[in-house]
């Protein structure tokens, strides 16, 4: 008895499965570099509206923090070393960010 409720059960989940989107939305990578203290480059770009992958690659000896109040954000990057984050959609417009070791290193995003 219990075998022929299951099925249909089953067979229901599986049907339901199907009426909802299976594959995550594609995100866009953006990548900058930390060099002497100084953000290469300065600005960087993105696409509105889609996840974004920021590869931070800290080519300095010490470590940096990145860090943005509007992102909502902060990642240390050891010295010699890379870091990654992932970002949510974000709406087009400029989000500043900074190195929180060094506040006078500073750059934004520009999503359009």
């Known amino acids: 008895m219990i075998a022929n409720i299951a099925k249909p059960v089953f067979v229901a989940l599986v049907l339901a ?5 299976t594959s995550a939305q594609q995100a866009a990578t953006v990548s900058i570099s930390v060099k002497n203290h100084r953000f290469q480059p300065a600005q960087i770009h993105a ?3 889609v996840p974004i992958e920021l590869r931070i690659k800290n080519l300095d000896p010490t470590p940096m923090e ?3 109040v509007s992102l909502r954000v ?3 990057v050891a010295g010699n070393s890379e870091g990654v984050i992932r970002l949510r959609p974000l709406e087009a417009g400029s989000y500043n960010f900074f190195d929180d070791f060094n506040p006078q290193t500073t750059g934004v995003l520009v999503v359009r």
Do not use: H, L, Q, R
């Open 74 to 76: 902060e990642k240390v």
């Open 66 to 68: 990145f860090e943005s």
């Open 47 to 49: 696409p509105a509206k």
């Open 17 to 21: 499965a199907g009426c909802f989107p």
